[in-house]
């Protein structure tokens, strides 16, 4: 006797993958086939990919360093740059996936260095290797070293968007006993960040990221409370004015940034932000329409500040914030 069919509403195909919590790669398919690629040893499809990526330089870095993350990463790339020791792309990738080993501490930090260096000397044009110097000089190196980094990405890349967030992160660590100083560095270098870029560009939500990154700061040494949404970080004037300037950017410019082919390659981060933030100010409307835009994509930060699951927070905003709506 045959099965039952399914009841009415079930769906008969397999459902599509979702992505887990985190997934640096966002909404990025293409990098997802790759770095699945990559994992079995078939580094021609990342080669293709990096290729196709260009001189898109926020793009390339978004795609190197979710390259760089795949466990085998390190490995394949060494035996792609053994069968191509021309690959500028090969030299990049390892040594990115160096950086990454040494974040984590399965690698030596002074060996990532020199891989970058030699890798950003290979490519002068090329933002990459020095975010990927960024990322290790966050981690364990110096403040001047990060500034003098973030100066030289710029050179190459003025509105390089990753290395904009690591700037911010940096500086809202400075100072970290003053509280809630409206004219902290940190705000000052967002807006002028901000204000330095054409009028689409995803760095107009800087304040936001910057206000979420003061908070982590503040509410780890114990200025605020451990509980974002009842800290009182998101209800002042000046965190009113900044989150009325994002979400009045994203209605006019976000909508034309997601369309496919136009989005962002990291612009599911900054919606992520954004949703925290609204949900944060008690603006459960405006952020349900924020987490309808984020689907499946959603980030560790803010979501984890200071010291939460980022999964379980996250959760409890978007149930919340739909359930309001």
């Known amino acids: 006797m045959p099965p039952p069919p399914p009841p009415l509403g079930r769906p008969r195909k397999k459902p599509a993958h979702i992505p887990p919590f985190g997934d640096p790669a966002l909404d990025d398919t293409e990098l997802v086939a790759a770095r ?30 979710g390259l760089a993350g795949e466990p085998t990463a390190r490995v394949w790339a060494r035996d792609w740059l053994l069968a191509e020791p021309d690959s500028t792309d090969a030299v990049v990738l390892l040594a990115c996936a160096g950086v990454v080993r040494a974040v984590e501490g ?18 002068p044009d090329d933002p990459t290797p020095l975010l990927g ?25 003025p509105g390089h968007h990753h290395a904009h967030h690591l700037m911010v992160a940096r500086l809202a660590e400075r100072r970290a006993d003053v509280g ?7 705000y000052d270098f967002a807006s002028w ?26 509410a780890r040494v114990g200025v605020l409370s451990g509980d974002p949404k009842e800290s009182g970080h998101w209800s002042g004037r000046r965190a009113r004015l ?26 599911r981060i900054d919606l992520n932000y954004l949703a925290h933030a609204k949900y ?28 939460r699951d980022p999964y379980e927070a996250f959760r409890i905003a978007r149930s919340a914030a739909l359930g309001s709506a």
């Open 242 to 267: 900044v989150l009325k300037a994002a979400f009045d950017w994203w209605l006019e410019w976000g909508a034309a940034r997601e369309r496919p082919g136009a989005s962002h390659p990291r612009g």
């Open 36 to 65: 699945s690629a990559l994992a079995r040893g078939r580094w021609t499809e990342v080669r293709s990919l990096l290729r196709a990526t260009g001189c898109d330089w926020d793009l390339r870095g978004h795609r190197v360093l």
């Open 280 to 307: 944060c100010e008690g603006r459960p409307a405006e952020a349900a329409a924020l987490f309808h835009r984020i689907g499946r994509h959603s980030t560790p930060h803010p979501w984890s500040y200071p010291d």
């Open 106 to 123: 399965r690698g030596r930090p002074e060996k990532a260095r020199a891989a970058c260096v030699e890798a950003a000397e290979l490519v």
């Open 180 to 186: 809630q100083d409206p004219m902290h560095e940190v």
């Open 133 to 157: 110097l960024m990322l290790l000089e966050r981690e364990l190196g110096s403040e001047e070293d990060v500034v003098r980094l973030f100066d030289e990405v710029r050179l190459r890349h």
């Open 193 to 218: 960040a901000s204000e330095q870029v054409t009028p689409d560009s995803p760095l107009a939500l800087l304040p936001v990221v910057a206000h979420a990154e003061r908070y982590r700061v503040l």
